[in-house]
């Protein structure tokens, strides 16, 4: 696969943002790398690096992590893991950029209208919060939006949110990973190559977006990051029409 300046620029944005925001760095590179390489490529790739960006970002905001609410979510994180990867395994032609593309471009709206998922128990919502989590991570490398409407409804601080979420998708991707890798999906030399050069903008990214957010509040970006994923899911929807 071919690497240039614009895939650098991407990488740098979508990381960029997750350092201010705590997600949405998938939401944005996904989209964009699909345009130009295979989903099944570029999948693995961000989750590759988003696992480093994420312990960093939370390396960052240690003290705001809240631990306790990461363990009651892996069993059906492991189980939506696995229906991702056969999903996967059976997925033909272009049918998941459109998926995709409808999902980002669902976020986006709801986030332009700020709208949140009502949970009348949160309590019971735990194992399909859980499963989706699993299952879209692995699919699409994007569960952040999922990650977000779970511990908005969890945790009534925003910064308490921003600072458990990367820690959350730790090991939700640590988990797609693993069965990327038991499949045979991390195989593909060309993707660590990938990596070595890209990983490094990627940490530069979160640490530059982190200390924006000191100073900044992060809700001034959030117009213009759904705006962005709007744009992204019309435009990956239309790829398959064009081919």
Known sequence: ???????????????????????????????????????????????????????????????????????????????????????MTLSPGNWPLVILGLYVLWVGVQGLRAKSIAMPNPNKARHFFGFMMGWVETMFGTAGPVVLAWFSVRLADPYLVRATMPMALVGISSIALFMMLISGGLSDPSLWRALLYLLPIALFGVWLGHRLALKLKSEIFKPVIYCFLCLSGLVLCARPLMN
Do not use: Y
Request: hydrophobic share 65%.
């Open 1 to 87: 696969m071919e690497l240039g300046l614009f895939q650098c620029i991407v990488v740098f944005i979508g990381f960029f943002i997750l350092g201010i925001a705590g997600f949405g760095s998938a939401l944005i590179i996904v989209p964009l790398l699909a345009w130009n390489w295979p989903l099944q490529w570029v999948v693995p790739l961000v989750l590759l690096m988003d696992v480093p960006a994420a312990m960093l970002h939370t390396g960052l905001n240690f003290r705001q992590v809240v631990w306790k609410e990461l363990p009651p979510l892996l069993p059906s994180i492991v189980v939506g893991s696995l229906m991702g990867l056969a999903f």
